[in-house]
């Protein structure tokens, strides 16, 4: 398996645009995180899913953040509109049945 | 939340064992222990996880105290790849509920 799979891997945007990260998780695996981080505030959980349906999504900063899972191999957050404070790297992790999480290589973003 | 204390950072010669402490003195009977790195430029990966006994895997060995109010993470022989931040984390149930990731452990390896 190519492991948790993330994109872009780098972007930058200019305040008030919106901007929409993907991921996909590894195959058959059942939960999904969005986790981000700064040098600020270190790595912090945003929202997780079991199965396509979010579970926990109080970590997440604002109105401005939206995550969706449309289906068991892809997810996005969306951010909208964007802020300078906004610029961060931003991972996506998957496990299977509360094991260990994968995480994938992360998306820098930076909001100009 | 239960809380994890380890130091800011810790540097070891290659090749020699490593030992990262953990203090956890608020942990509840049912937390477990769980250790993730974060090589510089990745995402964080698993290195392991326990609960009351000491455990032992490929990449490392979990020393967990008998009051379970602290724990070491030993690294038999440090390489050079393994420079990273180690973080310790308490969770309820393993994986499936939030990760608390703290500062961590910034371990420096010299050549």
């Known amino acids: 398996d190519a492991g948790v799979i993330q994109s872009p891997r780098h972007e930058v945007t200019e305040m008030g645009q919106e901007v929409t990260l993907r991921c996909k998780p590894i195959?058959?695996?059942?939960?999904l995180f969005w986790y981000r981080q700064t040098m600020m505030r270190g790595l912090e959980l945003l929202i997780y899913f079991n199965n396509n349906v979010p579970i926990d999504d109080s970590g997440m900063p604002e109105d401005r953040f939206s995550a969706k899972m449309p289906n068991a191999s892809f997810s996005t957050l969306k951010i909208q509109p964007s802020e300078p404070r906004d610029s961060a790297v931003y991972f996506c992790?998957?496990?299977?049945?509360?094991?260990?999480?994968?995480f994938g290589p992360g998306t820098r973003l930076t909001v100009l | 939340d239960a809380k994890t204390t380890q130091p800011n950072s810790m540097e070891s010669n290659e090749e020699e064992p490593v030992h990262l402490p953990c203090n956890h003195s608020?942990?509840?009977?049912?937390?477990?222990i769980h250790w993730y790195r974060q090589l510089p430029s990745q995402g964080p990966e698993y290195v392991i996880h326990g609960l009351t006994s000491n455990v032992n895997n490929r990449m490392a060995s979990l020393a967990i105290a008998e009051d379970r109010k602290s724990s070491t993470l030993i690294l038999h022989r440090a390489t050079l790849r393994d420079a990273a931040v180690y973080y310790c984390i308490l969770g309820s149930n393993f994986g499936n509920e939030k990760l608390t990731f703290g500062t961590g452990t910034r371990l420096t390896i010299i050549p």
């Open positions: 992790a998957s496990s299977l049945e509360g094991d260990e999480q994968f």
């Open positions: 195959s058959g695996h059942d939960y």
């Open positions: 608020t942990i509840s009977g049912t937390d477990y």
